[in-house]
């Protein structure tokens, strides 16, 4: 079975510091990869989507295929990014499945 | 907001019961797909519908049942309930079928199985 790994199940960084919020899938090939966000009582949405470079809010993802590896990443992390970060990577063989790593819930301090 | 609609927004019910859980996609959308979301298991994909046909099916119990209905919207029925059945269930739609395009989410339903 596929295995999405986000190591941290809590993060916790100072406004404007780095942050890098870990995902790791488990299988081999060329999987396409997504993170969603939700945010304190709203909707999850789509935050950024590997294959068609779409982002918002100054996040970035790299795909390192020899890491298996989809990490997310924002120079300056701003208060207004605290939120539950989902990774979901989808593997041509499971289209239509859509599984969600178990999330990572960042807060940035001011 | 993402145009998808589910009601009732909480559900408190006893163990034993059955529930029915709504969505509507969003318009011109025609997959739904349903999702759970509890702390110990995270977002758990339960099943996907397109165009009326089951499409993909994942983690659902066989006490869970599903359909989506000419016009578009879907059930999720929930029965003999148990107290690990308590929940935030979602129910997400798109466009296609691949689950490779943007998913949008509704707000979800709050189960309670007290």
């Known amino acids: 079975a596929q295995r999405v790994t986000q190591p941290e199940k809590l993060l916790s960084v100072f406004k404007g510091a780095p942050v890098e919020l870990k995902c790791n899938y488990s299988y081999s090939g060329s999987p396409e990869l997504f993170w969603y966000v939700q945010y304190s009582r709203q909707r999850l949405q789509l935050l950024l989507r590997?294959?068609s470079r779409e982002s918002i809010k100054g996040f970035t993802a790299d795909l390192n295929k020899g890491e298996t590896s989809f990490h997310l990443k924002k120079p300056f992390a701003q208060e207004e990014d605290s939120a539950m970060y989902y990774c979901?990577?989808?593997?041509?063989?499971?289209?239509?499945?859509?599984?969600f790593g178990r999330g990572t819930q960042l807060t940035v301090w001011p | 907001d993402s145009g998808v609609t589910q009601t009732p927004k909480h559900l408190i019910t006893a163990t034993g019961q059955r529930v029915t859980l709504r969505c509507s996609p969003r318009s011109g959308d025609l997959s739904v797909y349903w999702y759970q979301q509890s702390l110990d298991q995270g977002l758990q994909f339960l099943i996907q519908y397109y165009n009326g046909e089951e499409r993909a099916k994942g983690n659902i119990l066989e006490r869970f049942s599903a359909q989506q209905f000419p016009d578009l919207h879907s059930e999720l029925n929930l029965s003999s309930l148990e107290l690990g059945d308590s929940a935030l269930y979602f129910c997400?739609?798109?466009?296609?079928?691949?689950?490779?395009?943007?998913?949008?989410f509704g707000s979800g339903t709050q189960l309670s199985v007290l």
């Open positions: 997400a739609s798109s466009v296609g079928r691949q689950g490779n395009e943007k998913l949008f």
């Open positions: 979901a990577p989808l593997r041509g063989s499971t289209l239509g499945r859509l599984y």
């Open positions: 590997h294959i």
